[in-house]
């Protein structure tokens, strides 16, 4: 998988997807287009970071290659791959000190990783991103944000690209590509919903911190809340500072019924998060995301 730090620079990628068990959120580069969205039949896909995703390949692949068409070449188009923050764990690592070498480093976050990952760490498809952060007494450390995720999983999702002529060279998960929405210099906890998926995610003056993400057993304020109350309880303890703010993204009606209890229940403001190409959704606020990175398509 590649961060987003490592995005490929030239040329830019001709397509963007975005997968959920909703449906697939695309956009095709060109003067005029918007970002669309193609639903998918309830058992085409089931996210998990245990077991294969693609219920039906047969089914996405069709839709896949409806949405794509055939451009007249053998050449494969390169395209950008969002997957469920759910198929993925992402995590934030800290070094007092970071080998130089790549192979070294890769093995040490493969071994740190061990533990928490539900799945083979050593056959998982693993990426990272150093951090370099100066404490307050000007020592240099390093905060790593990995992701990983099981091998067949990621391939079972490329598959349908692939035959569709596509190069997915830039695979990301929806959390990672949705940050690029709030540039902000102090704390903010983004809290992302995606069907009965919650992700949260924790920046402090636009470095990563925390990620978690939590299946809820129902879609409900208390659900929510045992989710959000710990994370801010961590930003008071590992930050001494509380979230300047709560961004919301694909609440919903849910939002607009809660935001107010919620901030008052907290303590920190509830925002929903923006985007000057429309407002973030459920099932494409990683695609819409992109478009605010420097590597993205442009309309």
Known sequence: MTNLANLLKDPP???????????????????????????LESDVLSVNPLRDNVLRPEALSARVAALVGSAGSRKRRKA????????????VLEFDAFP???AEQLALVRFRMKKSVPFDVESAVVSYHPQQVTDKKG????????????????ARYEAPFRQAGLHTGIVTTSILAALELDRNDGITLLAKLSGKVLTVAVMKSERLKLV?????????????MAVLFPTVAYVEDELNARPDRVLLCGFGPI?????????????????PLRSRFGTPGPYNAGLIGYLESPEAVRA
């Open 139 to 154: 020592a240099k450390r390093y905060e790593v944000v990995v992701v990983a995720a099981a091998l067949e999983i990621i």
């Open 80 to 91: 950008v791959l969002i997957l469920p923050d759910y198929c993925a764990r992402v995590a």
């Open 100 to 102: 130089p070498d790549p």
């Open 255 to 271: 939002a607009d019924q809660y935001a107010t209890q919620w901030t008052t229940e907290l303590g920190v403001p509830f925002e």
């Open 13 to 39: 990628p001709e397509f963007v997807f975005e997968l959920s068990e909703a449906g697939i959120a695309f956009l095709q580069a060109g003067p005029a287009t918007q970002p669309g969205f193609a639903a």
């Open 212 to 224: 978690r993400c939590v299946e809820l057993s129902e879609l409900s304020t208390e659900e929510v």
